[in-house]
Every structure is written in structure tokens, then in C-alpha cells.
């Protein structure tokens, strides 16, 4: 007889540990639980439901021994049914409150620390009343049943304010290492964009410099007074480049800026053979762009135009804004593209920077029809966002 009772009771102890794993496993995946119901409330009802009814038939497993000398072995599933039914009340109750609380916009405005001290004191006198209630329905006015049930009652929410406490305190910590883990990851691609941009401007600058400094050493020799606008040009640009060094973007009027003074120097080399026109809607000259964005449009249109045939070339350059965003376009009457465009590291370097600042973002496509000309199109407007 006493080895039939430890063995129950060891099956017992199995059981209760079963049906506290499997609680505590639904307890993880609480969002998941029930994804089919629709009601937010019900499902959320549905889930507490089924994890406190697991805790308390676990409990009530090493209660059962004493449940069968009480009542007998044929009262005994009555009186398990009826204690998850009243399980299942309490916990509905006390859920339902809880919620209702948390939701006080007063409440929600507290920090971590009020908050679940508010929530802490609303599980306990919900959970006092709740129990209180039942067991007067169950016994009457008997003062000592009524004691018993309360002292269980303010110990077990008690505990299950303190349990609730530390689970979202863990959920905080969580949240809040994953967010410096998020701030971190950014902040590297941050510096790798810039890294990378960096070595595009780095790429784009010096060959433009050999290129400026060739014709300023050319007009030496013939002209010194043109070499001299060069020269002060250049340094215009070169002062943008600096000025400029902490940001990616530059307005559009910038962009125009710097592209003409690229113009200007050559307009000096090169004087009636060739022409130039820039057109900027006010709208849209407060835009922001990747900086050098267009120079390097340019200057391929006066190496394949002007430089290549040694013909006239003109070159118009419009900047406006319509219902998609911004339109640039960079239109010149040099040779058309070939049918298979194979572009050149500076043209390269236009994808590549908006590749990084507008991923998705944008279009550009290469036309000889009706005009041979160079269109951009970038979707996402950014007005006077710092530069990154």
C-alpha cells in the first residue's frame, strides 16, 4: 500500500512538472497562440486562459492525494471540475482588470517603475475580490473559510504581480539590448555608406583635377589671363568639394553651382566651341542631391562631345520638379549613346552614390530620341534634411 502511494506520487510529481513545461512553453509563444481568431480581446482571453488552467491543474495534481481522502474516490473529478471552473473566472477577472488598467492613459504614462506598481496592486485586490466572491457563493458568511481563502488568495496574486513584474522587466532589458544591438548595426552602415561615398568623391575628384590642370597647362603657354579664371575657378570648386566634406547631399542650386564653374572652365579652354544653358525651377532648386551628382554627367558629355569630334557642343542642363519627384536632365548634341552603354567609373559613380542615398529611389535612362540626353529621376524629395 505505501509503495502503490509513492509510486502515485512520484507520477503525480511527473505530471504537475509536464503541465507546468507545457505552460510555460505556451508562455513563450503567447502572440502565436490562437492566430486564427480574429477578436484581438478574445484571443488574448483565450491564451490566458489556457496557460493559467495548465498552472492550476498542475498545482492540482499534487493536491489530488488529499482530494481523494476528502471526497472520495467518486466525488473527486466533480470537485477538479468545478475548482478550473472557478480557475478559469478568476483568471478571466483578473486578466480583464489588469487590462483595463494598463490601458488608463494616466497609467500608460508612468514609468516602469509606477506602472507595474499600479499593476501590482490592481492583480491583488482584483484577485481579493474575485476569490472572496466565489468563496461566499461556495460557504456563506464562515469567517474562516473566508479568512483561508483570502490569505491564499493575497499570497497566490501577490506572487503573480511579482512573476508579472520580473517576465516584463526581462522583455524590457530585451527590447532594450536588441535596440543598442539595432543602434549599432546602423550606426556601422552608416560609416560604410559614408566610406563608400567617400571613396566614390575620392575617385571622381582627382580625375577631374587632371583633367582642369591639363587645360590650365595648356592656356599657359598661349594665355596667361585665361589660365588665371581657370585657375581661380578651380579653386571655386575645389572650395565647394571642402566646404562639403561632412555631407553626402548638397541642394540642387549647389549641384548647378559647382557643375557650372566646371562649364566655366571649360567654356575658357575651349570658347566658341562650346555652349551651355542651365534651367532650375525655384521649386525644385532647394531639393536635396548626392553631392557631385551631375559633374560628372557633364564633364562625359563635353569629353565625348566637344573633346572627342572637336565640333560645336551644347549642352543644356534642367533641373525641375513634377508630380514623381525630381526630373534632371542633361541633354548635349555630341554623338548618340551606342546601343549597348558601357559606362565610363564616372557615370558609374552616379548609380552608385544613388544606389546608396536613394536605394530604389530613383531612374535614370540614356535617350537619343527626341534629344540625345541624360535623364534622372529621383522619387524621394528630401528638403533641407542635414547631410549624412
Not at 489530488?64 to 477538479?80: A, S
Request: charged fraction near 20%; glycine fraction near 6%; aromatic fraction near 10%.
Amino acid at each position: 500500500m505505501q509503495h502503490d502511494q509513492i509510486l502515485l506520487q512520484v507520477a503525480l510529481i511527473f505530471c504537475s512538472t509536464a503541465l507546468f513545461g507545457a505552460a510555460i512553453y505556451l508562455l513563450s509563444i503567447y502572440n502565436r497562440l490562437y492566430n486564427g481568431v480574429r477578436s484581438l480581446w478574445l484571443r488574448h482571453n483565450l491564451s490566458v486562459l489556457t496557460i493559467g488552467i495548465l498552472v492550476m491543474a498542475a498545482f492540482m495534481s499534487l493536491q489530488f492525494p488529499e482530494l481523494l481522502r476528502v471526497t472520495g474516490k467518486i466525488g473527486v473529478w466533480g470537485v477538479l471540475a468545478k475548482k478550473l471552473f472557478q480557475s478559469a473566472i478568476i483568471i478571466l477577472f483578473v486578466f480583464n482588470i489588469v487590462t483595463l488598467v494598463s490601458r488608463i492613459p494616466a497609467v500608460k504614462s508612468m514609468s516602469f517603475i509606477g506602472h507595474h506598481a499600479v499593476i501590482f496592486i490592481a492583480i491583488v485586490f482584483s484577485a481579493l475580490f474575485i476569490y472572496g466572491l466565489i468563496s461566499y457563493i461556495d460557504n456563506g458568511m464562515n469567517s474562516k473559510e473566508l479568512h483561508g481563502t483570502l490569505v491564499y488568495a493575497y499570497f497566490n496574486s501577490a506572487l503573480t504581480g511579482l512573476i508579472y513584474t520580473g517576465f516584463r522587466y526581462v522583455e524590457l532589458e530585451r527590447k532594450r539590448k536588441l535596440s543598442e544591438k539595432e543602434h549599432e548595426v546602423t550606426k556601422l552602415m552608416a560609416l560604410k555608406t559614408k566610406a563608400e561615398l567617400d571613396a566614390l568623391h575620392s575617385k571622381v575628384n582627382p580625375h577631374f583635377l587632371y583633367n582642369a590642370l591639363n587645360s590650365i597647362a595648356d592656356l599657359s603657354i598661349t594665355d596667361g589671363k585665361k589660365a588665371r579664371r581657370m585657375t581661380i575657378a578651380l579653386a571655386d570648386l575645389f572650395r565647394y568639394s571642402i566646404n562639403y566634406t561632412q555631407n553626402n547631399y548638397s541642394t540642387v542650386n549647389d549641384e548647378v553651382a559647382m557643375t557650372e564653374v566646371y562649364l566655366q572652365i571649360e567654356k575658357i579652354r575651349f570658347e566658341d566651341q562650346l555652349n551651355y544653358s542651365v534651367k532650375v525651377e525655384e521649386e525644385a532648386g532647394h531639393y536635396l542631391v548626392p553631392r557631385f551628382l551631375l559633374q560628372p554627367i557633364v564633364e562625359n558629355a563635353v569629353k565625348h562631345g566637344l573633346k572627342a569630334t572637336g565640333k560645336m557642343t551644347e549642352i543644356l542642363l534642367e533641373v525641375k520638379k513634377n508630380d514623381t519627384g525630381l526630373e534632371i536632365n542633361i541633354a548635349d548634341n555630341g554623338p548618340l549613346f551606342p546601343d549597348e552603354l558601357s559606362p565610363g567609373y564616372g557615370v558609374k559613380s552616379v548609380f552608385d552614390k544613388l544606389d546608396l542615398l536613394f536605394p530604389g529611389q530613383y531612374a535614370i535612362h540614356f535617350r537619343n530620341e527626341p534629344r540625345k540626353e541624360v535623364s534622372i529621376h529621383i522619387h524621394k524629395l528630401m528638403k533641407n534634411e542635414p547631410g549624412v
